[in-house]
Nanobody, 128 residues
Framework: EVQLVESGGGLVQAGGSLRLSCAAS????????IGWFRQAPGKEREGVAC????????YYADTVNGRFTISTDNAKNTVYLQMNSLKPEDTAVYYC?????????????????????WGQGTQVTVSS
């Protein structure tokens, strides 16, 4: 059974940092792509960052580029999202999702990958 479990959310002041973790199980991690998405109340879901677990190719949305970093620990089947210089507009529920068909290499994006497996989400709140 595919499982994705997010952790690390919380309340932080603007300018602060948080690191989200996504623990994956039930599939071959090295041949997958993992994405972090977020959804704020009343807004559409946004693909924030993605990574190919095999070769480390990454994608970042313009809204977070330069502030967020996605990485993997393949030995632990875990994906991280390091979030720095947080802004109130980063407040959302953050989800990780997996594309098991990607092969784990090459360009990755929330638009073209098939992120069919989702975690339950973790709340990030940034106060001003």
């Amino acid at each position: 059974e595919v499982q994705l479990v997010e952790s690390g959310g919380g309340l932080v002041q603007a300018g602060g940092s948080l690191r989200l973790s996504c623990a994956a199980s039930g599939f071959t991690f090295d041949t997958s792509a993992i994405g972090w998405f977020r959804q704020a109340p009343g807004k559409e879901r946004e693909g924030v960052a993605c990574i190919s677990s095999g070769d480390g190719s990454t994608y970042y949305a313009d809204t977070v580029n330069g502030r967020f970093t996605i990485s993997t620990d393949n030995a632990k089947n875990t994906v991280y999202l390091q979030m720095n210089s947080l802004k109130p507009e980063d407040t959302a529920v953050y989800y990780c999702a997996a594309d098991l068909t990607s092969g784990g290499w090459g360009p990755v994006s929330p638009r073209f990958n098939r992120f069919n497996y989702w975690g339950q989400g973790t709340q990030v709140t940034v106060s001003s």
